[in-house]
């Protein structure tokens, strides 16, 4: 496996997550920091202040509506990806509500049509079927477009890779506008790409550069542009100057509304998940420990990434001469979190805590094997650890009948 992409978190952000009380917990469980997702928050609304661009919350990073409350003030919307989370922003959030996904059903359109500020479609394709069917007064339309340009280094989030299925190349666009009965450019208000994950700005300057290669003849005939997600913005050592100079610099060029929709930089290094241990055995050479999480479950993106969370204490045994394999309660074989050093013979009954596990978990948490949801807590300084929600039988029961 490969190491935890994002940073080790800085002193002051690892002291406030060890004020975190563990063993007041359910075990497993999320714990949000809720000082640390405001702390983000107001880093957010600094920067679309400074750079004069709007911040979306990308749902699809984090969508825990108990908090939506606490950060909605700093932030300009939310962005989804179809219509059941678009729906959670208008219930939950309000605001801008902008949405877009890789094909919509005729019926989701019908239904978004009458809330969403934005509707953003993957293809000339799907928004040509659906200029057929919305009416003319309605939702700010908008195409994703593959500026073909890759700066990342996993394949499985390489929006432009060969061949990718999302976005639509400038030859593509092209070719429909051709065929098209329609003047296709004059239907649209904006565009959007979306091409980053977890990357400084350095990538969103070079990506920026190449759209505006690929489509900057069409910006004059827009309204806005939609830089998409995958900006590290809360990130310790991330360049927010650099990036507040490349939002400012396109502005002046195109005055156009810039958008951006982080998902992880909303929620990054603001919680952890609390487990126990439940067995240790040996196997071969290997001390092995069965936690009550999983990776597979709970924190899907160790195996799909991959990489290797941190846990509170541990490290990569350099230091740390008792090593062992931790790994997940499911049936598959390779749930395995990794292969990590302590300093004293972990025990049956002892906490682990996994840091930065509140973007992208419990989003994508999962009932496989019936394994248990992992609690929701928040902790603040001023009210201590609060259980938000706990999950039981019923809950595997009820989403499969």
Not at 64 to 77: E, M, Q
Not at 247 to 259: A, G, I, P, Q
């Amino acid at each position: 496996m490969t190491q935890d992409p994002t940073p080790a978190l800085n002193e002051s952000r690892l002291a406030a997550l060890k004020a975190i009380p563990i063993n007041e917990a359910p075990s497993p469980s999320y714990v949000i920091h809720e000082e640390r997702l405001i702390d983000n928050a107001q880093i957010l609304q600094d920067f679309a202040s400074r750079s004069g661009a709007k911040v979306l919350l990308a749902l699809k990073g984090f969508a825990c509506h108990h908090y939506f409350r606490k950060i909605g003030p700093y932030l300009s919307g939310t962005t989804s990806s179809g219509l059941h989370e678009a729906l959670l922003a208008k219930d939950s959030f309000g605001k801008e509500i902008h949405v877009y996904c890789p094909a919509y059903k005729d019926s989701e359109l019908e239904t978004l049509n009458e809330f969403a500020h934005s509707l953003i479609f993957n293809s000339p394709s799907q928004l040509q079927r659906a200029l057929e069917r919305l009416p003319e007064q309605g939702p700010t339309l908008g195409l994703r477009v593959n500026p073909e340009c890759s700066t990342g280094d996993t394949p499985l989030y390489d929006a432009s890779a060969r061949g990718s299925r999302l976005g639509t190349t400038r030859a593509v666009f092209d070719a429909a506008c051709k065929s098209s009965d329609r003047d296709l450019i004059a239907t649209l208000e904006g565009l959007h790409f979306h091409t980053l994950c977890e990357q400084d700005a350095d990538a969103l300057e070079i990506t920026v550069h190449a759209f505006e290669e690929k489509f900057g003849d069409l910006l004059p005939k827009m309204k806005w542009v939609n830089f998409g997600g995958g900006h590290h913005f809360t990130r310790p050592n991330y360049d927010l100057e650099r990036a507040i100079q490349v939002v400012k610099n396109f502005k002046s060029r195109h005055d156009l509304e810039v958008y951006l929709e982080p998902g992880e930089a909303v929620a990054l290094h603001s919680g952890i998940l609390i487990s126990t241990i439940l067995d240790l055995h040996q196997s071969g050479d290997t001390q092995i420990a069965i936690l009550d999480t999983s990776a597979t479950c709970h924190m899907p993106d160790v195996l799909e990434m991959p990489y290797r969370p941190n846990i509170l204490g541990a490290n990569d045994g350099v230091d740390h001469p008792y090593r062992y394999r931790i790994g997940g309660l499911s049936c598959l074989a390779g749930d395995v979190i990794g292969d990590y050093g302590f300093p004293e013979p972990l025990r049956i009954g002892q906490r682990l805590v996994f840091l930065d596990m509140a973007h992208y978990t419990m989003v994508k948490t999962s009932t496989f094997n019936g394994v248990p949801l992992p609690a929701i807590c928040n902790y603040n300084a001023i009210d201590g650890l609060q259980i938000i929600r706990e999950f039981d039988y019923s809950d595997f029961r009820n989403r499969l009948s």
